[in-house]
């Protein structure tokens, strides 16, 4: 792909994303409506996000299992909020064979009416309901909590207007699901996976986020209340990147989830889920890359070094491959993920596009005048800087400088929603703040569900966060005067 | 769960079985027909498969990919061979929301008529169709092969009769698949993975495996030919391990798979695809085990070392867990996953019954005079038999142990394999050899599709698989008397 092929974000920023994701071969359009398929460097880097959150939810005592992609009609219906979040939006499995049918000369395929379903089954839109009817039965005591899972798995929910990454009919994500003997552990449970969300997000994918409580309105479907993460995306609006839900006794109470206590008491357990999805990949994109393709924070980067070299004629080639593959041996030794691209009917130029459109932090260019200095020239994915590397110091150079463009992405991400955040008291400058190009206001609200909803027609934007660590600050809401206890976050939102 | 509630694999191999699986928590049954839960215990195990086989896939040059679950009906279709493979075993989405309706004094739910899709769409039974439609487009010339990809998946089969592991609606699985500009190339592909799954099969979960081609009439629906590697379960039937077909040009005839050769024209690429599932979870149980509980191979068991401190009364409880744990820390530096088990309310016995269940290869128990003597008490979980291992060289002495394990699962399975495994000629015999407990026979046999069913109807016996290096041996059938090339294996399957 050329570099041509990029729309720039300023021109329009919901191509710009489609270029810069179809551009990195991250993901492509398939034939079923509102799926993707995820290609190779897509789906490396949601490989490595999984092992980074994977590793920390098993430090954190959960363990990870699998339950059915199907569940039972009835029992979404089980919990009524739950199902009215979700009906409208799910994939329902009403039959299972097909025949075969003359249509004209050909014969074409269609569901088997003698093969209906009594019971019609959903795919999982969100895994409670399946799971915690198996929670019922293997729940007895209070020595049988608390209960820690996860599970690793593709979700559908059938969405009208589906984006490559941000939102799909199908996705994969993590949930966790846990059942506890109170409402404080699971309570602690819940800010906890918050926790772990948030130094994701910050320390692996370079992306700050505002941490707090979803409105009533925003809540999850059957929550008693919803934590979330908000970041803000290089077009100035929210992108919810993870939540973690306090669940109280809700469905514990409709599928009979209960336990004798020490005294010999029978009680509902407390539960939580939390999870982050494939739509991390879609905040990645938004967070840090520019109109010559994706950037990719190092640490999450599939390829983190592209080493070029640089040769005319045959006999430069071999000695300048040949140092290039020793250099890429020992990067790879320090650890690194490292390709060598010795392809060789393309110019460099091509090269260095096609790694930029990939997003490698590090380009290394590696000519005859290099080798002659005992140099490898370095290049930023960043920034753009290069920096030659004395040849013996290869490692340790490429190791610092990953880590310094590691910090700097966040640093400038950091800033990004610094420079575009605003405290705002009145209501002309909040609607004027949310016409393009919007920005993070941080406003008084009376938090009152139909003044959210007027404010959501006025101006696109709604609550994204009621953030934990706001300060008091009584005052009159932006919309409609009333009182306010504090200022929340509203947005736009992805 | 209590050790009796194991019955004897001699008395009911189908209950034995079951009571394995549900005795070690590897999985339990679903509210959903014919899908099962896999518990963590059992998606542990699965997990350490995965990254043996997921190693050894990279390693061959192949990449991880996620493609749509939901594939259109129509595509299923476009191979004749292929839908007719799976015509009747597939669950088939038609609506995509709930509607609430009014039932007695209740509310039920029920899919809402006006959202029928215009094409019920099929969850994937396996993913040929849905990923050759994306090969068409992204393969243009020469250079863009041999194209090496692999997804791990979950797929659904609508299966009639279902067994945990063996066969269920849902299972999880990898599927790779490859496109290469020759039929040879192709070739290698199909037997090089063949390959590695023998590998993993025979050095990992030490199960000795026959390899080598299926008859017509068991070869995959829409490939020119199969490959499989079969193993003997304890109650002496077949059991197909994994799966390796060359597809010759029929996808990429009905998908337009093609590219542009060196000289300019163009061609159909020559296709391959291969698959092992949770099945294999299965096939260790059935494998191994014994009536005590399940029995894990040390490469593949979630817990390798269970350390049982025994005590009595506070004092020796603080001494004896503290040199339990560090028993545990030291081997856990090793490499080895241990778990401590210091649980307080249960006696040693309850605890040594409960690590038999699950498998565990080795046991360390530590009481008051393995302390004195300086010694820890290693039981192995295969013959019972207990080695005082002393404490300075516990880590070596354990991983001896273990590698010793690893090797005498295997023997013992090759060895029983090989006493139940009889050449027979005559048609009497084979009959007989046929009625329980039975085995597998090497007979001859002429390749007629009629004359397999014949045998099958009388024996409930199959072709299992046409062995690769069997001697050429011309003969006559066992059954119709007609010209036989060779011998081939067969027996009852699962």
Redesign the interface.
């Known amino acids: 792909m050329a570099k041509e092929a990029i729309t720039p974000r300023a021109e329009d920023p919901a191509r710009w994303y489609t270029d810069v994701v179809l551009g990195a071969e991250l993901a ?1 359009y ?3 409506k509102g ?6 460097h897509g ?2 880097l ?2 490595l996000l999984r092992d980074e959150l994977d590793r920390r939810i098993r430090a954190t005592g959960h ?15 089980r919990e009524a909020e739950h ?1 009215e979040g979700f ?14 049918v003359k249509d004209g000369d050909g ?5 088997d009416p003698e093969s209906r379903l009594e019971e ?4 999982r839109p969100t895994s409670e309901t ?1 799971m915690y ?2 929670f019922a ?2 729940i007895q005591s209070y020595r049988d909590l608390p209960l820690l ?1 996860n599970q690793w ?2 979700i ?1 929910r ?1 969405e009208m207007r589906t984006r490559l990454f941000l939102r799909t009919t ?1 996705f ?1 994500w993590q949930e966790g699901h846990t059942a506890h003997a109170t409402s404080q552990e699971a309570e602690e449970e819940v800010r906890r996976m918050l926790g772990v969300y948030r130094e994701v997000a910050e320390e692996v994918m370079a992306l700050p986020v505002l941490v707090g409580r979803k409105t009533e309105a925003q809540k999850f479907a059957g929550a008693l209340h919803t934590y979330c993460l908000e970041t803000m995306t290089l077009d100035r609006k929210a992108l919810q990147a993870g939540t973690s839900h306090h669940l109280g006794q809700n469905f514990a109470r409709a599928f009979g989830v209960k336990f004798q206590d020490a005294a010999g008491q029978e009680q509902l357990v407390w539960q939580t889920s939390w999870g982050v999805s494939t739509r991390l990949v879609g905040a990645l994109v938004m967070g840090h890359s520019d109109d010559d393709g994706l950037v990719l924070p190092p640490r999450l980067a599939p390829v983190q070094v592209a080493v070029v070299p640089i040769w005319k004629g045959d006999a430069e080639r071999t000695r300048i491959c040949e140092a290039a593959h020793a250099a890429g041996r020992e990067l790879r030794e320090a650890g690194l993920r490292v390709e060598v691209d010795d392809r060789d009917a393309l110019r460099p130029g091509f090269k260095y596009h096609e790694w930029e459109l990939k997003g490698v932090p590090v380009r290394l260019e590696l000519g005859p005048r290099d080798l002659e200095k005992g140099q490898v020239v370095a290049v930023r994915r960043d920034d753009a800087r290069k920096l030659p590397i004395p040849r013996p110091a290869l490692a340790r150079g490429v190791r610092e400088l990953l880590d310094d463009i590691q910090g700097a992405l966040y640093r400038r991400a950091l800033a990004f929603r610094q420079d575009h955040t605003r405290s705002i008291d009145g209501w002309d400058e909040f609607a004027a703040f949310h016409d393009d190009p919007g920005g993070f206001a941080r406003s008084p609200f009376c938090g009152g569900r139909a003044c959210e909803e007027a404010i959501q027609e006025a101006t696109r934007a709604t609550v994204r966060v009621i953030e934990f660590d706001r300060p008091e600050e009584p005052g009159r809401c932006v919309r409609c005067g009333g009182a306010a206890e504090g200022r929340v976050v509203f947005a736009r939102a992805y």
């Open positions: 492509d398939s034939p079923v799926c993707m398929v995820i290609r190779p789906y490396a949601w490989e363990r990870n299992a699998y339950f059915p992609l199907f569940i039972p009609q009835s029992f979404l219906a199902v009906a409208k939006e799910c994939a329902i499995v009403t039959h299972t064979r097909l025949r075969a014969v074409r395929v269609e569901p019609p089954l959903v795919v399946i009817s198996m039965k293997w899972l798995a593709n559908v059938w199908e994969l």
